[in-house]
């Protein structure tokens, strides 16, 4: 599964990719997000905030209960201030 | 058609080019987005948009799709540019064509509040006191709701 992250999250997380194999029971947005917590303090810090956290599921929005499997590519960014 | 890019734009070249050969429009409306000098009470030195290189692509031609459904266009287009910017400089270009007024202007105020809203950019302001990630605002969110009905 490859995860992006962008704005503030990567930098947190101090990546803005990485290739992670979740176990299998992470089958939601929102399990991956308290697995991916777990990985490192960058991790947990890009994580705490949960409410203000957006995601993506194959580059289309995704809510915290939207199914996530192997192969997928899931992407956390802060709410979008373009235009 | 939509366009993300580092370079900049020329307006005047855009519209010649989507209206060339269609003498069936009648009037186009152009929104232009500038880099301001000032967030707030701050002053800003540069501005820095990052995107999501494929989901930001897909995500514009489905806010111009929908334009389309909504309104009778002849013609749109979407420019948004990325990277390091200055005050002054465009950020964005939204253009409307059709045969009469009235969808070109309310579907170019449509595509720009949900651009604001839906398109995966993300802006970071340098200024005296430092950098800063711009934060979304609920006028944004208001401005885009509007057109949920």
Known sequence: MKVLYFAWLRERVGTGEEEVAPPADVTTVAALIDWLSSRSAGHARAFEQRDVIRAAVNQDFADPETPVKPGDEVAFFPPVTGG | ?149
């Open chain 2, 1 to 149: 058609m939509i366009r993300v890019q580092a370079g900049d734009f020329d307006i005047g070249a855009e519209i010649t080019a989507l209206t060339r050969g269609k003498t069936h429009i009648g009037g186009v409306v152009t929104f232009t987005g500038l880099v301001r000098d000032f967030a707030g009470d701050a002053a800003i030195g540069t501005m820095t948009l990052e995107h999501y290189p494929g989901m930001t692509e897909r995500m514009l031609a489905d806010i111009e799709a929908e334009a389309n459904r909504r309104w009778p266009l002849d013609a749109s287009l979407i420019v948004h540019r990325h990277g390091p910017l200055m005050p002054g400089d465009n950020i964005v270009l939204v253009i409307t064509a059709s045969a009469h007024r009235q969808a070109a202007f309310e579907a170019a105020e449509f595509l720009v509040d949900w651009l604001k809203t839906k398109a995966p950019f993300w802006k970071r302001e340098a200024g005296p006191g430092g950098d800063r990630w711009v934060e979304a605002k609920d006028a944004d969110d208001e401005a885009a709701a509007r057109w949920h009905k």
